[in-house]
């Protein structure tokens, strides 16, 4: 008999999900999503006027190491050649990002080779720092003070909205420090865009005679029980009303502008400097450089804390999120049928490509168990 599944949220996380159930066969799929479109936070949408592929909430660059990931999204769209490359204003002057040969070079007035490079950072890092927990204690550590001071503190700030003593080293830990000229902004072994933007992705993976799309349709968790299993891909918070109170998220605003020609020259400039009030502009064009447009669409980044009715994307996860976080991990260990995934059901600062490995992890376990032994997450929160 086919059982019948419930996903709340038609993002990578959900959908990957359905897709990997539905071809079973053994299972018909629900897929209901509150917002107008698919996708979730990496919905594309080509601009009428300008004819621009634009990543309506901030750009998505899709990256991973992982072999079957890499093949997984390649069945659904085709992937242009894309390798990031930011650039960063600073107090004293551009430069590249990630840190790289060139930038220390530039930066300190230098002309040091890959080895002298290291060495000369190595002697700036404060080494009476051995087990960096913090943000910063992990900058100090590894960069000094003055790299520290004019490429995150600013930046990190505005971004995260606290102190960075506040925050844990893994944030910075997203980021490389190179001692050669490779100003790649990723480590991954693949790196593309897809040429028809990521809503066509995620359209594709849920075109399946299995699964049902109801867009516009928010999940009331009040109605779980018309269905076998729910997979919900939404704020863990929002499922139980927010009654054990809030997990704190970062929200984006973006103010758009237009222009004609090149307007900045690359697609992402980061501005470091506390005193800018926005943290980028990015400059969507120039993510699909096959592609030609006379005009050109940017748009001013501004991070500011989630309120209730503000899109949540960068989970804070202080020391009192954590807290709450457990005690909402508390409550689902007693709820049956459900599994919490993605970034927002797992309360994770998570990639796409990351969340597509997850659940197709996920979905590889739950056809190997029987249903009672399905995960509470797709992956641990804490
Ligand atoms: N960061 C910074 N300065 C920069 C770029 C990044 O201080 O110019 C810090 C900031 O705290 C940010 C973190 O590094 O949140 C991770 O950067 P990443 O580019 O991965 O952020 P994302 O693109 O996911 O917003």
Redesign the pocket.
């Known amino acids: 008999m086919t059982k019948k599944i419930a996903i709340a949220g038609a993002g990578f996380a959900g959908a990957v999900v359905a897709r990997e159930l539905a071809e079973t066969g053994k299972y018909k799929i629900v897929v209901f999503e509150s917002r107008p479109h698919l996708a979730g936070n990496c919905h594309t949408e080509r601009d009428a006027p300008t004819g621009v592929m634009v990543h309506q909430y901030?750009?998505h660059i899709f990256h991973t190491s992982r072999e079957d990931v890499w093949a997984y999204v390649n069945r659904f769209a085709k992937f242009g050649p894309y390798t990031n490359r930011?650039k960063?204003v600073t107090n004293r002057g551009v430069f590249s990002?990630?840190i790289n040969l060139l930038t220390i070079n530039q930066f300190f007035g230098k002309t040091f080779n890959p080895e002298e490079a290291r060495e000369f950072i190595g002697s700036l890092g404060d080494s009476s720092i051995e087990d960096p927990k913090t943000?910063e204690d992990q900058?100090l550590k590894f960069l000094g003070r003055d790299l520290y001071d004019a490429?995150?503190?600013?930046?990190?700030k505005k971004?995260?909205g606290v102190e960075?003593t506040e925050?844990p080293a893994s944030?910075?830990s997203?980021?490389p420090v190179r001692f050669n000229y490779d100003d790649n902004?990723y480590t991954s072994r693949y790196q593309g865009i897809p040429l028809e933007g990521y809503t066509a992705i995620v359209e594709k993976i849920l075109d399946h005679e299995n699964i049902e799309v109801q867009l516009g349709e928010k999940f009331d968790p009040a109605f779980k029980d018309q269905f076998d299993h729910v997979f919900w891909s939404g704020p863990i918070d929002a499922y139980y009303n927010f009654e054990l109170g809030r997990l704190q998220y970062r929200s984006l605003q973006f103010e758009r502008f237009d222009a004609t020609g090149d307007h900045q020259g690359n697609p992402?400039i980061?501005?470091?400097e506390a005193k800018v009030p926005y943290?980028?502009i990015t400059e969507h064009k120039h993510f699909a450089p096959w592609e030609q447009h006379e005009k050109t669409v940017c748009f001013k980044e501004y991070s500011k804390l989630a309120e209730p009715h503000d899109t949540p994307?960068?989970p804070l996860r202080l020391q009192k999120d954590k807290e709450l976080l457990r005690e909402y991990m508390d409550r689902i260990q007693g709820e049956p049928n459900i599994t919490f995934i993605g970034r927002l059901g797992t309360y994770r600062?998570l990639?796409m490509h990351v969340v597509i490995g997850e659940s197709l992890d996920l979905a590889k376990t739950c056809l190997e168990k029987s249903q009672s032994e399905w995960p509470k997450f797709s992956a641990s929160p804490l």
């Open positions: 901030g750009p930011v960063a990002l990630p943000f900058a490429f995150f503190y600013g930046y990190t971004q995260w960075p925050l944030i910075l997203r980021l902004y992402v980061n501005y470091c943290t980028r994307y960068y600062y990639d």
